[in-house]
């Protein structure tokens, strides 16, 4: 059977990572190395001024006391004895779409993955409510994570995958949207008088592409928007080329 390994950003015992775990037994071995504790909006970030402590829990099962990149990089560098096939990270609770993507550490421990030349998924629900049924989510999973195990993916593509809460059955390959929400700072005090914020989002929701992650959730479906790892704009390189004469010392 293929090994399969199994993260997220919300904590080892999170119960979107265990359906998930479960769900994915049916098609290889499962390995979960995962943050100890919450890690939401970690991106891809490293812990690097202080030790990162790792704990077996379980059998093929570890708690990083760090962020979800760190465990990425010691589940491929150190405990795991071999190579998975593929990495699943999820399952969150609340969407990862547009602009969310740069902020995300289920996203961010995929980028990991991808930057390691191994095949990656991050799974999402997008529902803000109390109540998650995974159960459709995992469903999903186990049709689409054969494909990718036979199939693969393309070198530095990883896979973000929006599921509604409300899904109807349809699925869509869409592009990431453009940032349609407003950032919101509440500003409190404690009861000393000092300043506090609490930073929310507001969703903008007139004008979205009728191609992008937003709109195939505002429709039900399923979004499956590969990303890539290559940030370079290539039409820049040859664009801002007649700097160079500007730039350089004679």
């Known amino acids: 059977m293929p090994n399969i390994l199994v993260t997220n950003d919300d904590g080892i015992f999170a119960p979107g990572l265990r359906a998930l775990a479960l769900g994915l037994a049916n098609i290889g071995t499962v390995s979960i190395v995962a943050p100890s504790d919450e890690r939401s909006a970690a991106a891809q970030s490293l812990t690097l001024r202080k030790p990162i402590f790792c704990e077996q ?8 006391d ?15 004895p071999e190579r998975p096939g593929l990495v699943v990270s999820g399952i969150n609770p609340g969407g990862n779409l547009g602009e969310n993507v740069y902020y995300s550490g289920t996203v961010g ?18 529902h803000r409510g ?15 994570a054969p494909l990718i195990l036979k199939e693969g ?6 896979l973000n995958v929006n599921i509604p809460h409300s899904w109807k059955g349809g699925v869509r390959f869409t592009r990431q949207s ?13 009861p000393r008088g000092r300043t506090y914020y609490w930073l929310h989002e507001q969703k903008l929701l007139e004008g979205i592409d009728p191609d992008t992650d937003y709109a195939a959730i505002a429709e039900s479906a399923i979004s499956i928007t590969p990303l890539v790892l290559d940030h370079t704009h290539t039409p820049s390189l040859n664009h801002l080329s007649h700097w160079k004469p500007l730039l350089e010392e004679k």
């Open 153 to 158: 993916l393309p070198p530095g593509v990883l």
């Open 178 to 190: 453009p940032k349609i929400t407003r950032n919101v700072l509440e500003r409190r005090e404690d």
């Open 57 to 64: 829990i379980a059998e093929r099962e570890w708690a990083v």
């Open 66 to 80: 760090g962020t979800p990149a760190d465990a990425m990089i010691l589940a491929f560098h150190s405990l795991l």
């Open 109 to 126: 421990a995929a980028m990991e993955a991808a930057i390691n030349h191994v095949p990656a998924i991050a799974v999402s629900i997008v």
């Open 130 to 144: 109390k109540d998650f049924d995974y159960q459709p989510a995992v469903r999903f999973l186990g049709r689409l």
